[in-house]
């Protein structure tokens, strides 16, 4: 009685209420694969729909139905993308490879544990062979985003005994979601390594420098203790000019004098020495800095015409085996601090010493333009082009300023809050 007075209908098995809350349910597990969620959509629906809501077991019942459903609604949209070709380069993703010393999934799953030159070529090599597998062809947009997460997330979560035992059906649209996942993923990781790598690098070199600079100062404060001996003789108007030099010679002592004179005092350039110190690491950053490029589709914003064209001469100098810089190379992203190494090296004659010091100024400019989004990668989600970024408010609603806390969501699909390598 109370039911009816409230308007509450109860809902038996194979009742138009349990059919629609089966259609919702495997809707639900189309977008989001989560047996959690999916039971607490299941025991919500019911009561929006003011349908008492049967015991557990249905509601637990009908999840695992809809996931089976789902499963196999997965499997149809993604069977045409399964080639022959396609399912063996698959399934030799779970074979023991010698060379690696495990199977090339595991390779593909293990993350690079520093920023060296190794990881960088590792990074480099790995997202070659997802090329060559022709991952970047596989469009899986007919299935929704958190879809696609799933199955990929219980992939690298699934050991390979277990994926292979697994019915076509279920393993098939696991792999290839694992595999577009990783070729995105390994874009971001290929440009991050890259810029920890140079940083590394361009901060060991600031260290040397500043140990530099800390002794510049302490021969600079035996200088000035010179200077208060030698300037209150040179401007004491009683001593006669002609005793002056046999003054200082007594009082200083030529040995003192001479040591001062054979340590010299060279100016320092406007950054102290940093590109100098750099250059110390270019055979180090030779290793993978020709690799980059070629891999990587550098694009840039406004303003970064003549870094861009840099990057492809040096790109083409890097393919060609050049020495040389050619005449006329963009220098106008070359800050004032190290345009300076670049006048010297081109007024001394030294084609070596100006192309180290010209390819450094590109490499840094590349990497401040990724950190500052001047220079973005198709493809990739941390390094996207922020024009295809949007702010989405908590209503929902897209726009400038709309809602109080806004969050960022990239074309290619939201972006990770921090990198999760």
């Avoid at 015991?55 to 999840?63: D, S």
């Avoid at 030099?245 to 001479?258: A, D, E, F, P, V």
């Amino acid at each position: 009685m109370v039911a009816v007075h409230l308007g509450w209908n109860s809902a038996p098995a194979g009742s138009t209420a349990m059919k629609k809350l089966e259609r919702f349910l495997l809707d639900r597990a189309m977008e989001h694969g989560s047996p959690t969620l999916l039971f607490n959509l299941a025991t919500e629906y019911p009561m929006a729909a003011k349908t008492i809501r049967p015991g557990v077991t249905t509601p637990a019942r009908l999840v695992a139905t809809a996931r089976t459903g789902a499963t196999a609604l997965t499997w149809e949209k993604a069977a045409h993308l399964l080639t022959g070709e396609r399912r063996g380069d698959l399934d030799r993703l779970l074979r023991y490879d010698a060379g690696l010393k495990m199977t090339r999934l595991a390779w593909l799953i293990k993350a690079a544990t520093d920023a060296s030159a190794t990881s960088v070529k590792t990074a480099i090599e790995k997202l070659i062979y997802l090329r060559n597998m022709d991952v970047h062809t596989l469009d899986m947009s007919a299935l929704a985003a958190e879809r696609r997460r799933f199955p990929a997330s219980a992939g690298r979560r699934s050991i390979n005994q277990a994926l292979e035992r697994r019915e076509e059906q279920r393993r098939y649209p696991i792999l290839p979601a694992v595999v577009t996942q990783f070729a995105i993923d390994q874009v971001d990781e290929v440009v991050m390594l890259f810029d920890q790598a140079v940083s590394a690098r361009e901060s060991r070199a600031k260290s040397k420098t500043d140990e530099a600079l800390i002794e510049r100062a302490k021969a600079g404060e035996a200088r000035r203790l010179l200077l208060d001996v030698i300037l209150p003789v040179l401007a004491d108007p009683a001593i006669p000019d002609e005793q002056i030099g046999g003054l200082l010679r007594n009082t200083i002592g030529m040995s003192k004098l001479r040591e001062v004179v054979t340590e010299g005092w060279k100016k320092l350039p406007r950054d102290h020495g940093r590109l100098s110190a750099l250059h110390a690491s270019y055979t180090y950053l030779r290793q993978f800095i020709p690799q980059v490029p070629a891999a990587i589709d550098f694009h840039g914003g406004t303003g970064t015409a003549e870094l861009m064209e840099a990057v492809s001469i040096l790109k083409r100098l890097n393919e060609g085996g050049g020495r040389k810089v050619p005449e006329g190379a963009p220098t106008a992203f070359v800050p004032a601090r190290h345009a300076e190494y670049l006048a010297k090296a081109r007024k001394d004659g030294g084609e070596t010493a100006y192309r180290h010091y010209w390819e450094f100024c590109v490499v840094l400019a590349l990497r401040d333009g990724l950190r500052s989004g001047d220079v973005f990668v198709p493809g990739s989600r941390r390094y996207a082009d922020p024009a295809t970024w949007r702010t989405t408010s908590r209503t929902g609603r897209t726009g400038v300023g709309e809602g109080r806390r806004t969050r960022r969501v990239s074309a290619a699909g939201p972006g990770p809050r921090s990198w999760r390598r």
